[in-house]
């Protein structure tokens, strides 16, 4: 267990329901036809939540640090991959579909272990290009395509998707 | 004999051609994503879940309903089997369902003799897959009978005692599991609320207006998180695998192990009926029951066949097990089976004591193809097998882009939106520190899963009962569960603190 983690987490927890509490009280209290109204679960779950992480705070200090066991940490790796990949998901309807996919994998292969440029580019256009290829053209399904400035550019809405009907299906719940 | 009618309906979808089609897709998939290191079969399903919207898009709800259950179930016994792949041959489990087997399924591979345990770890799959269907088929309609008498405050409080029991059992601490399972019913508020209409925690957000999609904090929590925690131990490489050289074991192997296999089955399909419990305990559970039993249990830990088949049958015995509350109470006792009832229920079809009558071709069909699926998963043992040895040398420096690639085009199509590619990302991240400081997921996705009802059911109570909440202890059932509940969560903490004050105990 990290005695650090587990605090600062039970902090930035109490927070989070507390929140959660507050807001709920802005949110109108009755409902047509029923007593009890929206507010009155999420009110109830954020004092659990404050109520847990004061509990959880509570332990961290009765325990003492455990030792942890050094492993080679790979958090460089790690950041890379996650930064790259955040850069991906923003850009993608901008650069397309083959290219943020053929520059993620190409920083993902070299930031998992430096080696042959060349190889990594190869697998990831092949990647990127059979993906596009199947999905987009040969079943007709949606993804960007190519950026603006690429002259066929393409972006079809046709497909429409069941999870699309989440809001009835929500409804269903009840 | 009604049963038998039901089944054969069911068998009418699960042998229409494209059905077959999935439940092969399905435990093909499965066994590989289970052999795979590192990914199991949560993450499995979720990682594979929007494929399963691309390719039933163009069929009728309902049967599109039935294809895509049928096709994640596939994969989570499919999932099941496979870790058992990656365990005899690489001594590396594939999930933690699969720890057991590498006890005497590597030293068995070592040996010279990895083909006949894969051989008899698929049996014992196959033993534990149709115990736990027959169980499947004789208690889904009495149980959901039972259930359908249940009104809105016995529910609530059996969805309680459901989430109770996942974080009685979930992770190390009592408390983070229960964080957990309150953080995911407050993520389950967000959006509009379907009673009265009003927006809650939106934020003035239109991507979250209807709710935070559950498909993409799946993904994110189960595919990227796992993918980042095996960032962290890719020093797997170079780990030699055993060859294999025959797949048949002995007429001895199958003597010694054939009563263990039933044994086995029994236990895991029991242990996955229970919420909270699931395939990793009931491995554990059967080995140790299969060593006391045998009359050579000097022999366990130095590659005994029954060693194998032991946690083998039990793990996917559970798997089958854990079904039964899912589909006929609506309540997930795991976390794999919490998503795919979510899968389940963004087709909008409603697991619980309903399902059997109002989508009989759902609930039977699924059932029936897992028969077609655990015969597929014996049969194809020995050629796919083969392939599998190779996938799983695969170097995690390919592996994991192309998994997180796999996640971001999984969610993109979908939902055709950056915001849940963000949140995804998000989750991804938020996950591997979760899980690295001992939070456990399992009882979030729950929680996530069984919000929207819990709440439902709670102020539709309250609503017969005037905003009284002593309508949940008056009640005689709720006030059972509530009771159960309570002493799932205490006992565990009340044995704690005697162990830890009464000294000359164990440290744990």
Sequence with gaps: MNKTFDRYASIVLMAFGTMFAWQSTKISASAYGSVVGPNVFPFGLGLILVALSAGLLYGTFRYKQEEREKTPMHYKKFWIIVFSLTLYCVFLEQIGYVIGTFLFLLVGFQAMQRGNVWKSAIIAAVFSFVIYYLYAVLLNGTLPGWPVWFTHWRFDYGSYSVFAQRLQHRAAVA | ?508
Excluded at chain 2, 220 to 234: D, H, N, P, Q, S
């Design chain 2, 1 to 508: 004999m009604e049963v038998i009618q039901f089944l054969l309906n069911g068998f009418s979808i699960a042998l229409q051609w494209h059905n077959i089609l999935f439940v092969l897709l399905g435990v093909v998939i499965g066994s590989g994503i289970g052999a795979l290191p590192g990914l199991g079969p949560m993450s499995g399903v979720a990682l594979l879940m929007p494929f399963t919207a691309a390719l039933t898009g163009g069929l009728n709800p309902e049967d599109a309903a039935a294809s895509a259950i049928i096709l994640l179930a596939g994969i989570y016994y499919g999932a099941m089997y496979g870790g058992s792949i990656s365990s005899i041959l690489l001594n590396t489990p594939g999930d933690a369902a699969a720890v057991m087997t590498t006890l005497d399924g590597y030293p068995m591979a070592k040996q010279g003799r990895a083909g006949a345990a894969l051989t008899i770890s698929a049996i014992a799959s196959f033993s534990g897959g149709i115990v736990s269907l027959f169980g499947l088929i004789f208690l889904a309609k009495p149980l959901s009978d039972v259930a359908l008498r249940f009104g809105p405050a016995d529910y609530f409080s059996l969805m309680i005692l459901g989430l109770a029991a996942v974080s009685g059992l979930a992770g190390k601490s009592m408390t983070k599991a229960l964080i957990m399972t309150v953080i995911g019913l407050l993520m389950a508020t967000v959006g509009i609320d379907k009673v009265s209409g009003v927006e809650r925690f939106t934020f003035g957000l239109p991507e979250i207006y209807n709710g935070i999609e559950f498909l993409t904090v799946a993904v994110g929590l189960f595919a990227l998180g796992e993918v980042f925690k095996t960032i962290f131990e890719t020093d797997i490489t170079g780990a030699a695998i055993s060859k294999i050289a025959s797949f048949y074991p002995t007429k001895q192997d199958m003597k010694d192990s054939a009563g263990t296999m039933i044994r086995g089955s029994l236990i895991g399909f029991f242990t996955g009926v229970l919420p909270g419990a699931g395939a990793t305990i009931a491995s554990f559970f059967s080995y140790i029951v299969a060593k006391k039993l045998s009359k050579h249990p000097e022999k366990f830990g130095k590659g005994a066949v029954e060693g194998v088949a032991a946690p083998e049958s039990a793990n996917n015995g559970a798997a089958g097990g854990a079904m039964i509350p899912m589909l006929t109470l609506g309540i997930p006792g795991s976390g794999t089976t919490a998503i795919l009832m979510g899968a389940l229920i963004m087709y909008n079809i409603q697991p619980g004591p309903l399902l059997f009558e109002e989508h009989p071709r759902v609930a039977w069909g699924l059932i029936a193809s897992m028969f077609v699926g655990n015969f597929a998963l014996v049969l194809l043992n020995v050629p796919i097998v083969r392939v599998f040895a190779k996938l799983i040398v695969t170097p995690a420096k390919y592996l994991i882009p192309f998994i997180i690639a796999i996640s971001v085009f999984g969610v993109y199509t979908v939902q055709l939106s950056i915001f849940d590619l963000l949140l995804m990302t998000g989750c991804g991240v938020a996950a591997y520190f979760l899980a690295k400081n001992d939070f456990p997921l399992a009882p979030l996705v729950l929680a996530i899963v069984l919000g929207p009802m819990i709440e439902n059911n709670m102020r539709r109570a309250l609503t017969i009962s005037n905003g009284d909440f002593m309508i949940f202890l008056n009640k005689p059932v709720s006030a059972v569960f509530l009771i159960g509940g309570a002493l799932w969560l205490l006992v565990p903490a009340i044995l704690k603190r005697c162990k830890k004050t009464s000294a000359g105990c164990e440290s744990r």
